[in-house]
């Protein structure tokens, strides 16, 4: 089937990562030492690779096999395919018996499978949430792509996209002038549309926040809306803020590729800058899984944050930013403003299953939907067993986002697809609000192809740049 199977990293893409430019020569003996090695430094995953009791508790739980039918799609299938190599070659079993246990050797047949199917997981985790073990598919597939990197085997899109914010500082490979004059221009137009001289700082040091948001969110619609929306509650609550040129991206495609050091080179440039730049605090963008990676792997990455404000959390999501900013009193809304919509709330997988947000449990679920409530008149749940930590995928995320995957993110969509339909035909839902880049970029371009207009997809703080009332009250520091 076409566009099913992604693109193949060449030398120029993986050589700027320190991954090997071509497959390495012996990489199957490469490889398995790698798996050996990694078995070792990660107990989860020893773990992960002997408690599988094939219930099938998790077999309908992907939305990839929801979507195409594939078996290897399943997530224990899919599992199965290093599961499979594991035995071969660090149990007793495997190594006298391996037909017995349905052990495989790790050849070309094995390796381009896992290129396949590993590239078929958008490590949203949903399957872990069913299983009874608590395995977690989404990490198996992180360890099998860094494998395949150690090996020179590498996945176009996502080492591509490493090397740019290597080199420029964000995804989109957007230079530092080009950043100005777009935040110039979005200047210009709030002041068209406010009357107010609202600002998007760049490299401004001493400001108290470092924003920290998608590079989507600069360029791309709907995402600048949300950039809109978090420029006004700065200025509304009056509180400094600036972006950084070089840091000028939250996402960490490193998490992708299942690489430690990439994480945490990537996000080494957002803890140097915040230094550099003499802020109070960092707060994240509209991101999903840049959330995830602030949120559980930013200390371990590049801690102690000791420099920053001990009074705030580190990091805060933007959404809590002005979620409290709204709790105190700082902020009014004009809920009217979004009377044409109808709004649904899709959660993304990286924020609800692998973060959390604010003080208290379930924080990542229940602050933007106050958030949401807050800004406008109607609001309608999807199927419970669709949303929360039970939410589907968009399809696009883990690194999938790209063409050659088209069919694939076409029929990853269809579940969340099918429980926003019924939603849109019962209740009139016009609008779906999220918080991830890719997400939006994904839904973007799906809901076309499924009869729903593209404009149907926003940012939580798209609404919040809609309703917000400019000059109305002076926010509370
Ligand atoms: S982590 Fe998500 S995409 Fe990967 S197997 Fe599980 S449900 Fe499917
Ligand atoms: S639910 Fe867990 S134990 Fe059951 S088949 Fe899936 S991964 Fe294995
Ligand atoms: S893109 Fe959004 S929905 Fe898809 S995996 Fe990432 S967070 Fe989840």
Known sequence: MAHLRPYPAAEKHMTPLDFPGT????????GIEKLGEMLHKYRSLQVYMDICVKCGACADKCHYYLGTGDPNNMPVQRAELLRSVYRRYFTPAGKLFPKLVRATDFDETALQKWFTYFHQCSQCRRCSVFCPYGIDTAEISMAAREIMDAIGVGHKYT?????KVHAIGNNLGIPGPALTGTLQFLEDDLLDNTGHEIRLPLDQEGADVLLVAPSADFFSEPHISSLM????VFHQAGISF??????????????????????????????DKARELRVKRIVVGECGHAWRVAYSFWNTLNGPFD???PNYPVPQHICEFTHQLNERGALVFDKEANDDLTVTFHDSCNVARASRMGPSAGGQFEIPRALIRATTNKFVE???DTIRER??????GGGLLTDELMDLRVRGVLPRITALKRVMEEDGVNYVALICAICKAQFNKMFPMYGIPMEAVGGVHALVNNAIQIGAKRGIV
Do not use: P
């Open 23 to 30: 497959r390495v020569e012996n990489w199957q003996q490469k």
């Open 159 to 163: 080492t591509e996209i490493v090397g």
């Open 229 to 232: 929306g978090y420029a006004k």
């Open 242 to 271: 600036t972006i950084s040129s070089f840091a000028s991206e939250a996402a960490n495609f490193g998490m992708f590729i299942g690489s430690f050091a990439q994480k945490q080179k990537i996000a080494k440039r957002i803890a």
């Open 307 to 309: 420099f920053l404000d």
């Open 382 to 384: 999807m199927d419970a």
């Open 391 to 396: 939410t589907f995928c968009c399809g696009g």
